[in-house]
């Protein structure tokens, strides 16, 4: 079965400083592993996906993740943060082995930046 | 393109009523649709997964005969909460997925529902 993990229920910084916010996975077979963002009230945002390739992947708002096979971690991460990064970032994975498109998600790990 | 919507974005409800909420998938056809369900606070607990034209496949857990599912095209997918108690009060979410989407691999989420049941 797979599962996700994100290991902090918070994470505070201050503006301008680099953030990383973590997460690693189980799964059978290969992983997709997908960061999404959640402001209150609001669905999902799709922030970026790691499917193949590079283990460094670019996203939106500048946000970045490194995919790192061996420690079986996708952390989220931005150079500078910014006070609307603030909000709540969730951390999925497929597992390519289980056949179906059901994402597991990780419970989520509430960012924020401090002005 | 891939713009998931649902509707109504905000329902509130008397205890024992039934409430509907539509996800559709505006610009690619969702050949597997999923709904899940936010309490405050908490990650998302997928509630079932449905492929147009047939059955839901309902969590462990999850009453499919409170929690109505119906995929009957390939951009309609349908939750009805029957006898809606203020314990189903949450937010609702769905999201899709077509292999006609040339980003087949990911699913698409919509804007959520909020319900309230009094």
């Known amino acids: 079965a797979q599962s996700v993990a994100q290991p902090e229920d918070q994470v505070n910084v201050a503006e301008g400083n680099p953030l990383t916010v973590k997460c690693t996975y189980s799964?059978?077979?290969?992983?997709?592993l997908f960061w999404y963002v959640q402001y209150p009230n609001r669905g999902l945002q799709f922030l970026l996906k790691?499917?193949?390739?590079?283990?460094l992947v670019k996203g939106s708002y500048g946000f970045e993740a490194e995919f790192n096979k061996s420690q079986t971690s996708f952390h989220l991460k931005k150079p500078s943060a910014l006070v609307s990064d603030s909000a709540l970032y969730f951390c999925?994975?497929?597992?390519?082995?289980?056949?179906?498109?059901?994402?597991?998600f990780g419970k989520g790990t509430k960012l924020s930046v401090i002005p | 393109g891939a713009v998931v919507s649902q509707h109504p974005s905000w329902v509130i409800c008397k205890s024992g009523t039934s409430v509907k909420i539509e996800c559709r998938s505006l610009?690619?056809?969702?050949?597997?649709m999923f709904w899940y369900r936010q309490f405050p606070k908490q990650s998302l607990m997928l509630m079932a997964t449905?492929?147009?034209?047939?059955?839901?496949?309902?969590e462990q857990g999850v009453e499919k005969d409170k929690f109505l599912i119906n995929h009957a095209s390939l951009t309609l997918s349908t939750l009805t909460v029957t006898s809606a108690h203020p314990e189903d009060s949450s937010f609702y979410i769905c999201?899709?997925?077509?292999?006609?989407?040339?980003?087949?691999?990911?699913?698409?989420f919509g804007p959520g529902t909020r319900l309230t049941v009094l």
């Open positions: 999201s899709a997925s077509g292999l006609a989407t040339r980003r087949y691999n990911e699913q698409f």
């Open positions: 799964v059978s077979g290969n992983p997709y």
């Open positions: 790691y499917i193949t390739g590079d283990n």
């Open positions: 999925a994975v497929r597992d390519t082995g289980a056949g179906s498109y059901q994402l597991t």
């Open positions: 610009d690619f056809q969702a050949t597997t």
């Open positions: 449905s492929n147009e034209g047939s059955k839901a496949t309902y």
